[in-house]
């Protein structure tokens, strides 16, 4: 799924919680490299995979 289309009157805002996932870890670890700014991520999956990055 590439975007969610909402059609209604009120602005949405808030959070959501994604469970973490293995394969989107493994590729968010070097990204996050890439970036100069602050960059938090959270609710990894603790696999060997990830302890070893």
Do not use: H, V
């Not at 959070?15 to 959270?42: F, H, M, V, W, Y």
């Amino acid at each position: 799924m590439d975007k969610i289309i909402i059609r209604g009157g009120k602005t949405l805002s808030g959070t959501i919680q994604i469970s973490g996932a293995k394969n989107a870890a493994l590729t968010l670890l070097p990204c996050a490299l890439l970036t100069d700014e602050p960059l938090t991520l959270r609710n990894l999956p603790r696999l060997a995979d990830i302890d070893g990055f």
